[in-house]
Nanobody, 113 residues
Framework: VELVESGGGLVQAGESLRLSCAAS????????MGWYRQAPGKERESVATITNRGSTTVADSVKGRFTISIDNAKNAVYLQMNSLKAEDTAVYYC????????WGQGTQVTVSS
């Protein structure tokens, strides 16, 4: 299973970014997809997850600013990030839970204040 992320970059505080992630390979049954992030010197943390039925879990730190969505037909997950803050700066990782958990390589998001 391969996960390919896109959409990261450098933005100013208050701006928006949309992350995309597409999974390919031997995926027989996807239970959930999601996004984690890891800032320098910090542990990887969950940002948002969504099940194949659309049930979502969003971290308190991004609630109201980030929205996760899924396209089951494409095995794709998206993260719309609005009102970005400097503390959102991190490497964002896409993950899929499909029998086992798989991770993408990560995409850098940098928010300048």
């Amino acid at each position: 299973v391969e996960l390919v992320e896109s959409g990261g970059g450098l933005v100013q505080a208050g701006e928006s970014l949309r992350l995309s992630c597409a999974a390919s390979g031997n995926i027989y049954s996807t239970y959930a997809m999601g996004w984690y992030r890891q800032a320098p010197g910090k542990e990887r943390e969950s940002v948002a997850t969504i099940t194949n039925r659309g049930s979502t879990t969003v971290a308190d730190s991004v609630k109201g600013r980030f929205t996760i969505s899924i396209d089951n037909a494409k095995n794709a997950v998206y993260l719309q990030m609005n009102s970005l803050k400097a503390e959102d700066t991190a490497v964002y990782y896409c993950t899929i839970l499909a029998g086992a958990r798989y991770w993408g390589q990560g995409t850098q998001v940098t928010v300048s204040s």
